[in-house]
């Protein structure tokens, strides 16, 4: 099966890339934060998406979200934390982790999972999820579901897609 992969140099260029504050300036209106929240922490999340070939809510087979697995890294490249689910929750090495509601999504090309912005649920555990009030996955790089046969055939099959994503977490003022 062939899947969509990101290469190391790709991941690499990207992640310095990706912290730029005029990134932030482009996001569209429907993922923007708020007024009143600042930023906390910047991450870079590196990891894959799970879809399994299933017969969907419509009763057509079709690659269905299972779930992501990354790692959360700074701007070094030194994780910081994880990003699982379901449900999503981010968790950072200090053993704090949050939740969220997704409130928002923004298209962001062919091949890429969308933007996001989530309202963040308390956190569990004292630590650097504290206080974080919205999440926003930006810059989004593949993680869509893999374009090959999902039908009976294929009926349980899974499939892993690599994706990248800054995940930028915000508290209020």
């Known amino acids: 099966m062939t899947l969509h992969h990101l290469t190391r140099a790709t991941l690499a260029a990207t992640l310095i890339a990706s912290f730029s504050h005029a990134a932030l300036a ?29 017969t969907k809510d419509d009763g057509n087979m079709g690659w269905v979200f299972k779930g992501p697995h990354a790692a ?8 910081v934390g994880s990003y699982f689910g379901p449900p999503a929750t981010w968790e950072a090495l200090d053993g704090s982790k949050i939740t969220g509601t997704q409130l ?21 555990g004292e630590g650097a999820m504290m206080g974080v009030s919205y999440i926003q996955r930006l810059n989004t790089q593949g993680g869509v579901a893999p374009d090959v046969a999902c039908d009976m055939d294929h009926d349980g099959a899974t499939a892993v897609v690599t994706y990248q994503a800054d995940y930028i977490f915000w508290t209020a003022e």
């Open 26 to 54: 482009d996001t569209p209106a429907d993922v923007q934060v708020p007024d009143g929240n600042t930023i906390a922490l910047e991450t870079v999340g590196v990891g894959a998406i799970t879809y399994m070939c299933e």
């Open 72 to 79: 959360l890294n700074d701007s070094d490249g030194s994780q």
């Open 104 to 124: 928002a999504t923004a298209a962001n090309g062919d091949g890429n999972i969308p933007l996001q912005l989530v309202e963040a649920n308390p956190a569990e």
